[in-house]
C-alpha cells in the first residue's frame, strides 16, 4: 500500500508527538535516579536501590537523568544536572498529574537531586530556588547517598558523620518542604560528605553506602510510598502497571487511513 505524501507526513507528525507521550504509573512509582561522578550513563550504583524499591511496589518504573557527570568542569556538570532532573520531573508531573515521584541520587547526583528540590545555596554555584509546592506535593521520597552539600544536625541525615561535606548547604530551610520524606546517607571519613581524607580509605567509605545502607533506603521509600498512597486515599484494588495507550504503530497507521478517507 502507498500512501499519498501528506499523509506519510501526517503519520509521521503523529509519530513524533506519540514519542514525547509516556506511561504513568497508577499504584507504582517513578523513580529518577541520578548517577554519581564519572559512573557510565544510566543509573549507576544507586540503580540497585531503586530495583529494590520496584520489586516491593509493583508497577514502579526508574528512569536515569542524563547528565555529563563529570569532575572536571564540576560546577557545570551538576548545573546541566540540576537542568536535567528538573525537566524530568516537571514533565512527569504535568504529564502524569496522579502519580508519585521518588528521587535518587548518589555523590554528584546527591548534589544534583538536592539542589534541584531544596534550591541551591552552595559558594561558587549558581543559586537557584526550590521547587514549588504543587510539585513537590507529588514527591513521596529522596534517598542522597554520599551528598557533598551535607550539612550536619539536617534532621534528615543518617550515618555517623560529624563534619560538613565538601560544599555544604547554606540554607538548609530551602529542604523544609521535603524534609519529612527525605533520606541522606553520610558516614565519618567520607571524602565529599563528611570532607574526609582524599585518600582510599575515604573514597573507599563513600563508595559503600548501597552495600551498608541499600535496604534501609529501600525500606524507607516503600514506607513513605505506603504512607503517601494512604493519606491521598489510594486503594489497592486499582490495576498495577502503567496505563494503556495506543501504540505508536497502530496510531500511526490510523493517522494514514483518516487522512485518506478526507
Known amino acids: ?78 548545573t546541566q544536572g ?6 524530568l520531573i ?8 496522579d502519580s508519585k515521584i521518588v528521587l535518587m541520587g548518589y555523590s554528584q547526583g546527591a ?31 529522596i534517598v542522597l547517598m554520599g551528598d557533598p552539600t551535607h550539612t550536619v544536625n539536617a534532621t534528615f541525615n543518617r550515618g555517623n558523620s560529624t563534619k560538613d561535606g565538601i560544599f555544604p548547604r547554606q540554607n538548609i530551610e530551602g529542604c523544609s518542604a521535603v524534609q519529612s520524606k527525605m533520606v541522606a546517607y553520610c558516614n565519618d571519613m567520607d571524602t565529599f560528605c563528611d570532607s574526609g581524607p582524599n585518600n582510599a580509605t575515604g573514597i573507599g567509605i563513600h563508595l559503600q553506602y548501597v552495600q551498608t545502607d541499600g535496604t534501609d533506603a529501600a525500606n524507607f521509600v516503600v514506607a513513605k510510598v505506603k504512607a503517601s498512597n494512604s493519606s491521598s486515599g489510594s486503594t489497592s484494588g486499582a490495576a498495577t502497571g502503567p496505563s494503556p495507550r495506543v501504540t505508536a504503530a497502530s496510531a500511526a497507521f490510523l493517522a494514514a487511513m483518516l487522512c485518506l478517507l478526507r
Open 1 to 78: 500500500m502507498v500512501f499519498a505524501r501528506p499523509c506519510v507526513l501526517a503519520a509521521t507528525g503523529l509519530l513524533a508527538s506519540l514519542a514525547a507521550a509516556r506511561n504513568c504509573t497508577t499504584t507504582g512509582v517513578h523513580m529518577i535516579v541520578t548517577r554519581a561522578s564519572t559512573e557510565l550513563p544510566g543509573t549507576g550504583i544507586i540503580g540497585a536501590v531503586a530495583l529494590q524499591v520496584q520489586q516491593q511496589i509493583p508497577g514502579s518504573d526508574i528512569d536515569a537523568t542524563i547528565y555529563p557527570a563529570t569532575l572536571l568542569e564540576y560546577v557545570s556538570s551538576e
Open 90 to 97: 516537571t514533565d512527569y508531573s504535568t504529564d502524569c498529574p
Open 82 to 87: 540540576m537542568a536535567a532532573l528538573t525537566k
Open 111 to 141: 548534589q544534583v537531586t538536592a539542589d534541584v528540590v531544596c534550591g541551591a545555596s552552595e559558594q561558587n554555584f549558581p543559586t537557584t530556588s526550590s521547587l514549588s509546592a504543587n510539585i513537590t506535593n507529588k514527591i513521596a521520597a
